[in-house]
């Protein structure tokens, strides 16, 4: 059974540091790896999908990593600011046709001005 | 602009009434998904459908039923509301490539 972890579930840093989310699952048959950001009280925004394929993918100051075969993704803010604050999900995506997704319980950042 | 719409934002029902989630996509996907999301919990898959015509149960549909009205419209039924049912509800659709999943804004709804 796909169980996906995120470590730390909490993390606080001053702004400008440059910064890592880790993300780790159990099965290494995965379709594609999603991460998330969520704002307080609100829905999920997209941040960057990687296919099981690629090893990374980038946006601006994201960059989202993978190794299947060590069942780990990271994700890394650059010069982080305070509006990174929010809680970062990842969640894999089996292979199939339904494409459900295994979430992990995210990381609360804080970064302070 | 683009996206997956959901309403209500809010509601409270009291425990036995009924109400009906709607989520509709106008990006042209083929899956749609719902989920709660619960403290502590994370979130978990109620129903899905993978294309116009198909549902599928989830981990947790026990409570609910969904209809795929069309391409664009996939809706969430409480038949009577029970105070576990307390959550936020977010509705998602899916595209293969590009962005992958994109979600709603929730519907935060309480049993009381």
């Known amino acids: 059974k796909q169980e996906v972890t995120q470590i730390p579930a909490a993390l606080s840093v001053p702004e400008g540091e440059n910064l890592v989310l880790n993300c780790s699952f159990t099965?290494?048959?995965?379709?594609?790896l999603q991460w998330f950001r969520q704002d307080p009280g609100k829905g999920l925004t997209s941040l960057l999908l990687?296919?099981?394929s690629q090893r990374e993918q980038t946006s601006g100051r994201l960059n989202a990593s993978l190794d299947k075969s060590s069942g780990r993704s990271t994700l890394y803010i650059a010069a982080s600011q305070p509006g990174d604050s929010a809680t970062y999900l990842c969640?894999?995506?089996?292979?199939?046709?339904?494409?459900?997704?295994?979430w992990g319980l995210g990381t609360s950042l804080a970064v302070n001005p | 602009n683009a996206g997956v719409t959901q309403t209500p934002k809010f509601q409270v029902l009291k425990t036995g009434q009924s109400m009906t989630l709607q989520c509709a996509q106008d990006?042209?996907?083929?899956?749609m998904y719902w989920y709660r999301q619960d403290p502590g919990m994370g979130l978990r898959l109620i129903y899905y459908?993978?294309?116009?015509?198909?549902?599928d149960k989830g981990e947790v549909p026990n409570g609910y039923n969904v209809s795929r009205l069309n391409k664009r419209e996939f809706s969430l039924r409480l038949e009577s509301a029970a105070p576990s049912q307390t959550s936020v509800y977010l509705c998602?659709?899916?595209?293969?490539?590009?962005?992958?999943?994109?979600f709603g804004s929730g519907t935060r709804l309480t049993v009381v």
């Open positions: 990006m042209n996907h083929n899956s």
């Open positions: 099965d290494s048959a995965i379709y594609n």
């Open positions: 990687i296919q099981s």
């Open positions: 998602a659709s899916f595209r293969e490539r590009g962005i992958g999943y994109t």
């Open positions: 459908s993978a294309s116009e015509g198909t549902t």
């Open positions: 969640a894999v995506s089996r292979a199939g046709n339904n494409r459900k997704l295994i």
